[in-house]
């Protein structure tokens, strides 16, 4: 688990911070552009030392400011990658990741890095040969040949143009699935926290306003400014069951003895994918559908009922299928229709399922 609770003062900005995090898998930090992302894990790096406060990385100390104590950066194990990959440019890449391994090389760490980022065609150019997407791949490189307890990204991606961005991205993604430490990752997009993170912090004006797995946080009141109508969705890990002998579905379960079909998957049976519904592509029904082409009608509770927030003529409906939660949007005609309540038992009917893209390759 790592622990952080500290404050720090950054001219008009209060930062002030208590939360728990996973200690494997990655951890993205969003929020409006000075909210403090930035600030929290250069503090967390030891660039920056709190105010008041102590930071846990697992069993390991790196700050109390009550018992005077502060790591320096070099010895809290944090492999750090910012906006700009910051290579040396007198260095071929070679030299730029032996670089990261601190003078004690390990060449199976080596191998395994430079087949997980697919650099080795890059070893002998330098920083000024290569795209931004390279550079950005050697500088992920650099830091995990530290062998790092944990990981900072910040905004990695925010310097790059449209298509280096979709270059690089499959890497972080290979990353996510296999690095086994805690990542925390600065980000402003949506899409990149949808297709890597596991866990979500959100920072408003210095202050943590939610903390939790991404599912849990996205559809969370907090994440509403954020997404239009037509983007409000629910985010699930769902298991794959099976796929289907004649047609091009893939089955997940949604919950225990509860199928979900979705387009067909290159995943084995067992694993788990990441799926978004849109709360505009699920529909309700008291009494369960006969002969309708829509493929998935779930048995579901009503949580939840509210008014939305800014448009008058749709009610939000919070679902739950087993430990599934999902979210639907519905006039007030068919509310009073309805006459739903919270508690109710009825039908979600689920016409679109999207995938995210690295359950499609």
Known sequence: MLELRFNKQLGQLQLDVDVKLPESGITALFG????????????????????HGKLML??????D???GIHLPPEHRRIGYVFQDARLFPHYRVIGNLRYGCQGKPDDALFDEVIHLLDIAHLLNRYPSALSGGEKQRVAIGR???????????????????LPRKQELMPYLESLAKSV?????YVTHSLDEILRLADHMVVLEQGKVVANGELAEVWSSSVMRPWLSTKEQSAVLQLK????????????????????????RVRRPEGELIRVRIHANDVSLARVKPEQTSIRNVLPAIVDHIEQHQYQTD????????????????????????????????????????????????
């Open 65 to 67: 400011t009550r018992e």
């Open 240 to 263: 794959v069951t099976q796929h289907h002998p004649v047609y091009s579905l893939t089955q997940l379960e949604i919950a225990p003895g509860v199928p979900l079909w979705v387009s």
């Open 314 to 361: 749709i009610v939000i409906i919070r679902l739950s299928i087993g430990h599934s939660r999902l979210t639907a949007h519905i006039t007030p005609w068919a509310l009073d229709e309805l006459q739903l309540q919270v508690g109710d038992s009825l039908y979600a009917q689920i016409k679109g399922v999207s995938l995210s893209q690295q359950d499609l390759a």
């Open 143 to 161: 830091a995990l040949f530290s062998q790092p307890e944990m990981l900072l990204m910040d905004e990695p991606l925010a310097s790059l143009d």
């Open 58 to 63: 697992g069993n390991r100390l790196l700050c």
């Open 180 to 184: 086994k430490i805690p990542v925390l």
């Open 32 to 51: 409006r552009s000075g909210a403090g992302k930035t600030s929290f894990i250069q503090v967390v790096s030891g660039l920056t030392p709190p105010d």
